[in-house]
């Protein structure tokens, strides 16, 4: 039993919430730096990614789910370890926090000496005599070696009223109590500090819960599609049509962006609303936020191609355009050529031929070229033309242009806690306007025979300067001196 009690306590102490936040920023980092260099779309090109990172890292990465960190199940595991750590806090603190706040007492017994020294004291005798000049001798030797000047309970009471009006006017809230030794008082000020911090406290634990329902229930797919193909949304009747893709490129050739445009499609296939998404732009459907997120061209996939040819040394350059699955007899020959293979980034390997990633970097084609001399093939390099070769033909072939069949790459996500971080940020924001502009302060007096002093019980949101004191203490002295006068004058 105590051994529980000892973890739900270690759970809740500074140094857990310190540790905790420490490793889900780490893992926040990690996630964020992970889904920047990772891509998203592994599963889909398994064999490409296989192929370039080996099966072993593929499968490593496959299973720390770091193409999609902030759904693996290592990043949940900090998410909901934090939520627990944090609720427990919560429970275990608003009690406290609300008595501080909300509820507060005169002292029951305050002297000089005992707890906190103070931070302002002020003497009857002291004040009374503090006007008191060298050149007046009796005077000055009262104020030296004279007695203590003591106040009666009329006195008291008027002196707390005083301070009491003064403390007030610095927007404290006292509550007093008389007894035999004077009147005790407490004075409140900042009450919405600790609200402020439990508020803040609740929205960061909102903001959590929203993250894991994101987390756990939210979903993100990266989904690709060619002109006219129709994508039915997960978990939806709904679905979406795409009816362009462009590419924009600069005078250079760079690609600078790309644009999807889309038809929102209703249970029924009708479409109900268009939109224009690209990077850094996206549209939102129903509960799904739609981004342009990447494209691709296919393996073994092209529109048409322009291949140019020329029989013999001498011979006239012909161009012909074909497209996927086409046979075309080559004029003034009895050739007929046809595409057997495409590769949109051709490699070679240990074991043969391999497409090396889904953009047009190295594009190739492979050509069977059927008549008199037989079936020759051979690979054409769109970039690299020189490497062409097609053996015991006496012809020369290059290929001069290949358009590909571009797939747009859409990333479709829903996260159903969106409302409840966006509802965190917002009491976070509100609860850290209490927080800071409120500084809270509970002080501690006793208004006696002998005089004044103040006890600094609690503070927090910033120290009460020595300044705020000093200045205090010389108002106090103004207010307070008029009381005394009179009784010294008595005295003497």
Same mark, same amino acid.
């Given at each position: ?30 996630? /964020? ?5 990772? @891509? ?12 370039? /990172? ?8 496959? +299973? ?38 909300? =509820?507060?007492? @005169? ?86 500090? +600790? ?41 939806? @009747? ?65 529109? /048409? ?88 033909? @006496? ?18 996500? =829903? ?78």
């Amino acid at each position: 039993m105590k051994m529980k009690k000892g973890i739900w306590k270690g759970l809740i102490t500074g140094r857990t919430a310190v540790m905790l936040i420490a490793v889900l920023t780490l893992a926040s980092a990690l996630g /964020w730096v992970f889904s920047e260099i990772i @891509p998203k779309d592994i599963n889909f090109h398994e064999d490409i990614y296989r192929a370039k /990172w080996g099966n072993f890292t593929f499968n490593l990465v496959n +299973y720390l789910g770091l193409h999609d960190p902030f759904h693996s199940f290592w990043y949940r595991g900090v998410l909901a370890f934090f939520t627990l750590s944090l609720l427990l806090c919560i429970i275990t603190g608003w009690k406290v926090l609300i008595v501080h706040s909300f =509820s507060f007492s @005169p002292p029951s017994f305050l002297r000089k000496g005992a707890g906190k020294a103070p931070a302002m004291e002020i003497s009857w005798s002291k004040l009374a005599r503090s006007g008191i000049e060298k050149k007046d001798i009796l005077g000055y030797y009262e104020k030296a070696f004279g007695r203590e000047i003591e106040i009666d309970t009329t006195q008291i009471s008027e002196g707390y009223s005083k301070v009491a009006a003064y403390l007030k006017g610095k927007r404290y809230r006292v509550k007093s109590r008389e007894t035999d030794e004077g009147v005790l008082f407490s004075a409140l000020r900042g009450r919405w500090h +600790y609200p402020g911090n439990m508020l803040f406290h609740i929205a960061i634990l909102v903001i959590t819960i929203g993250g894991m329902i994101g987390s756990f229930q939210g979903k993100k797919e990266i989904m690709y599609a060619r002109k006219g193909d129709v994508l039915t949304l997960y978990d939806s @009747p709904l679905s979406i049509r795409v009816d362009r893709f462009n590419i924009i490129q600069t005078r250079e050739g760079e690609i600078r962006s790309y644009i999807t445009e889309l038809s929102f499609l209703n249970s029924s296939g009708d479409s109900i609303q268009s939109e224009k998404v690209e990077v850094n732009n996206p549209g939102r459907y129903g509960r799904y936020d739609i981004y342009q997120s990447t494209y691709y061209v296919d393996e073994e996939e092209f529109a /048409w191609a322009r291949i140019t040819y020329r029989v013999g040394e001498n011979g006239r350059a012909e161009s012909i355009v074909i497209k996927p699955g086409q046979k075309i007899a080559l004029p003034s020959t009895d050739w007929t050529i046809e595409v057997k293979g495409y590769s949109p980034d051709f490699r070679k390997g240990k074991k043969g031929y391999y497409t090396g990633s889904n953009r047009m970097f190295n594009p190739a084609l492979r050509i069977e070229i059927a008549g008199s001399y037989g079936h020759k093939s051979g690979w054409l390099f769109l970039k690299y033309p020189s490497f062409n070769f097609i053996s015991d033909l @006496p012809a020369k072939f290059s290929v001069d242009y290949i358009e590909p069949v571009y797939y747009t790459g859409l990333q479709i996500s =829903s996260n159903p806690g969106t409302r409840l971080v966006i509802l965190g940020i917002t009491m976070a924001a509100v609860g850290l306007l209490f927080l800071f502009c409120s500084s809270y302060r509970l002080l501690k007096g006793k208004v006696g025979k002998e005089g004044l002093f103040i006890i600094i019980a609690r503070e927090s949101g910033g120290k009460i300067s020595k300044r705020e004191i000093s200045g205090m203490k010389k108002d106090l002295n103004i207010i307070l001196r008029d009381i005394v006068v009179a009784n010294a004058g008595k005295e003497r």
